[in-house]
């Protein structure tokens, strides 16, 4: 797997500099507020692409004369429905999710926009694929040119270049734009467990991600709390550990569904079972997985992590990971292995004496390895890769070398030298201490976010090439459908731009320009996203 997307992205289209929504042109950056004087150069594209070059020439686009269509010589199938469901979305999303499609005009001015032709140059393209790490993304050559699935990113990026006159009429300029992101790793993590998540909140979600070209929903489906995932092999796993049997569950059609949504706008899922701490809930439905507790010489009725000694724990998550590799169709699952506390392990005396009998001492972290090793074992024999937390690395388990180690543990120092770490043992990693996002402050926290950096760590340049980007994290102790969207956004479209944008894209004056703005775009497409400051919409959000 590549660890950085080789890509080109030319927009020699017909494109503009200013966005669909202006907000006020005032705002505040850094510690001592200043007032933003004028709008970006750049508009409010967002994440800023590699190379923009925006002309003063305007076309304008009228709903009854503009089509987005498939080039002549482009490799796409005419019947492949992503790309004309692609088509249609950001139709809707250049004119107007209420507006009513007419029928052509046949008028055109001398300065009208009439076509975006879409070109596919691979001759290799699946229209029922799915997305991947090392993906290849765009070579733009005339119009909008490239591969299947980047597709998404250039429609985005148009429709972002898109205005209102002040009599309403739609406008682009003539622009080029030379595109690719920094990171192939650009990821959002939802927490279900902690409290459920309707499936239509997680797709709400999607549709906003794809809007900031996040590639990775990372589906931390099930935790301690509840166990919400609908196993056809171990059904008893959600009937006894999910809030609810039937009201706070994902059935197997409900999985099918977010992936397929994630599908089409060229996201990954990747799911995270983590084991062997974080199961409770994974205790009340298989018996005998979890540790009993002991309080002396007797069990206290409490039970701590997965039980590493029994063979049945093994023949379980055999034939648990069995299924879920055939569920989920990306390359990696995530297996956790984090914050295991040892103290039960500690007082469970059969644990004690697998631990003498097998040279363990009193070191616990040994123990941990032994599970996440054999569980490693079980994982690589379904044929997928794993991503694990920090901890397991850090814990000296024996790993495969395209493993993905998580950081996110320490304070800024602690994050750079474990990044340091990493790598320098060979291995890919992503980060996400900075961006956890769950965390909140009075004041422009994105900003915090938007400085934050994988890449900046003591290292070499073959080390800073094996960071595959990040993931911003939200997790659901205080989170559920009520609030996590604006919670969410714009806070993350701050980490969104710091993966996807050149290294040196750190103005945060013209990020305030570009964001504010971008920000509007968002609440007029629907997303209750937050304000950034002071300001205002031109398209405030209505509540539905």
């Not at 001398?110 to 290799?124: A, K, M, Y």
């Not at 710091?498 to 570009?514: H, I, K, P, Q």
Request: hydrophobic residues 35%; glycine residues 6%; contains cysteine.
């Amino acid at each position: 797997n590549s660890p950085q997307v080789v890509t080109a992205l030319n927009f020699a289209v017909l494109l503009l500099a200013l966005g669909l929504c202006e907000s006020l042109q005032r705002g505040y950056v850094g510690e001592e507020p200043e007032p933003v004087a004028e709008p970006s150069k750049y508009g409010s594209l967002w994440p800023l692409p590699q190379k923009v070059q925006i002309s003063d020439v305007s076309y304008k686009l009228s709903s009854s004369n503009f089509r987005i269509v498939d080039g002549k010589l482009s490799y796409a199938d005419p019947s492949c429905s992503l790309l004309q469901d692609a088509y249609r979305r950001y139709f809707d999303y250049i004119f107007g999710l209420t507006r009513k499609h007419g029928p052509k005009s046949g008028r055109t001015g001398p300065s009208e926009l009439t076509e975006l032709q879409v070109w596919i140059t691979s001759p290799d393209t699946e229209c029922d694929g799915y997305p991947s790490l090392n993906i290849q993304l765009l070579d733009l050559i005339y119009y909008i040119v490239f591969i299947l699935f980047p597709l998404f990113l250039g429609l985005e990026t148009f429709s972002q270049l898109v205005y209102e006159d002040e009599y309403g009429v739609k406008n682009v300029n003539s622009s080029e734009i030379n595109d690719f992101p920094r990171f192939a790793h650009r990821g959002i993590l939802l927490d279900s467990s902690r409290h459920f998540l309707p499936v239509q909140v997680i797709l709400d979600n999607l549709e906003t991600m794809a809007m900031n070209k996040f590639n990775v929903f990372h589906w931390h489906i099930v935790d301690d709390p509840s166990f919400p995932f609908m196993s056809k092999t171990f059904p008893q796993l959600s009937q006894k550990g999910a809030y609810h049997p039937y009201t706070h569950v994902y059935t197997p059609a409900d999985v099918k569904k977010v992936i397929e949504f994630a599908r089409v706008r060229g996201i990954r899922v990747i799911p995270e079972f983590d084991t062997p701490g974080h199961t409770q809930s994974w205790g009340k439905g298989q018996t005998d997985l979890l540790t009993p507790c002991y309080s002396g010489s007797k069990p206290s009725g409490t039970f701590g992590p997965v039980n590493p000694i029994l063979n049945s724990t093994y023949d379980f998550m055999k034939q648990f990971f069995k299924e879920i590799s055939t569920v989920f169709p990306d390359a990696y699952i995530h297996l956790g292995g984090d914050e295991v506390n040892f103290s039960c392990w500690k007082s469970n005396p059969d644990i004690q004496k697998f631990m003498t009998d097998h040279g363990f001492g009193q070191d616990f972290s040994k123990l941990e390895s032994f599970y996440i090793q054999n569980l490693l074992d079980i994982v690589t024999t379904t044929n997928k890769g794993y991503m694990i937390w920090q901890e397991v690395f850090d814990n000296g388990v024996k790993l495969t070398p395209d493993t993905l180690i998580h950081v996110w543990k320490g304070n800024q120092q602690q994050y750079q030298k474990e990044m340091a770490n990493v790598t320098s043992s060979g291995y890919q990693t992503l980060l996400s201490t900075p961006w956890y996002l769950n965390r909140i402050s009075y004041g422009q926290d994105w900003q915090e976010f938007y400085k934050a950096d994988p890449q900046e760590f003591n290292g070499t340049e073959t080390q800073k090439k094996l960071v595959i980007g990040g993931e911003a994290c939200l997790w659901g102790e205080y989170v559920d459908a009520t609030n996590l969207s604006p919670r969410l956004w714009p806070r993350a479209s701050a980490v969104a731009e710091r993966l996807w944008s050149a290294m040196d894209v750190t103005d945060l004056g013209d990020a305030w320009n570009r964001l504010s703005p971008h920000r509007c775009r968002m609440v007029e497409r629907g997303v209750p996203a937050e304000p950034l400051f002071v300001s205002y919409c031109p398209r405030e959000y209505n509540g539905v």
